[in-house]
């Protein structure tokens, strides 16, 4: 089984609603990340939280919100979808700062359009 | 202007022939450097990170860093069509990795 999963792989909504993204990590980081990526544009952070209660935003917070529910779960939500929030989101997990590990595992994307 | 640079491609070599890669940053307080692949429909994987400037191997993949001019070069020898996806550069201002600014990607066609 992958070890950063993520729901849906594919999802085509409407201006104006309100989708979540979820995000499940079996590998016991406590850190964990949600990316966008647009064509040309590489991977651009939207927010990070490195334990269920601490939350960041990142690069490119404006219209979505996040919720840690727990350590192995990481949510993005965009409270009213907009079509240029079209693109590819990645959740990612790290190991913490100490454990000499330094590499972001990344989870098989969700391809959201907003029509 | 973006912090990290790369140029976007596509690149098509014939197998066996050597990718050179390459991105430009600008601000000189990024010191962890890496190279993520991404194959088609799947997430990006760590495939080289160095903090020092110089050369690092590892088998057919060498990173290289230039620190004094803010470079950065990924060279893959004996290009393989395996090979043919896209190549991110991250770089990041903190040795775990965390809060990684990406380059935009270069992709790579690796024709047998």
């Known amino acids: 089984d992958a070890d950063v999963t993520q729901t849906p792989r594919n999802r085509i909504t409407k201006t104006g609603k309100r989708i979540m993204l979820e995000c499940s990590q079996t590998?016991?980081?406590?850190?964990m990340y949600w990316y966008r990526q647009d064509p040309g544009l590489g991977l651009r952070l939207i927010y990070y939280?490195?334990?269920?209660?601490?939350?960041n935003k990142g690069e490119i917070s404006d219209g979505y919100s996040v919720s840690r529910q727990a350590q192995a779960k990481f949510s993005l939500s965009l409270e009213s979808a907009i079509p240029n929030q079209t693109a590819l989101y990645f959740c990612?997990?790290?190991?913490?700062?100490?454990?000499?590990?330094?590499?972001?595992?990344f989870g098989p994307g969700t391809r959201l359009t907003v029509t | 202007q973006k912090e990290v640079e790369q140029d976007p491609g596509p690149l098509s070599v014939p197998e066996g022939a050597i990718v050179s890669l390459n991105c430009t940053y600008s601000?000189?307080?990024?010191?962890?450097f890496m190279w993520y692949r991404q194959y088609s429909r799947k997430g990006p994987e760590l495939l080289m990170y160095?903090?020092?400037?110089g050369n690092k191997e590892d088998g057919r993949f060498t990173a290289q860093v230039d620190k004094s001019s803010k470079y950065i070069s990924l060279f893959i020898r004996d290009s393989q069509p395996s090979d043919s996806a896209t190549y991110l550069c991250?770089?990041?201002?903190?040795?775990?990795?965390?809060?990684?600014?990406f380059g935009g990607g270069t992709r790579v066609l690796v024709k047998p």
């Open positions: 990612a997990t790290s190991a913490p700062l100490g454990t000499g590990s330094y590499e972001q595992y």
């Open positions: 590998k016991g980081h406590d850190r």
């Open positions: 939280s490195f334990d269920v209660k601490d939350i």
């Open positions: 601000n000189s307080a990024f010191q962890y």
């Open positions: 160095t903090y020092s400037s």
């Open positions: 991250a770089i990041s201002r903190e040795a775990a990795g965390n809060k990684l600014t």
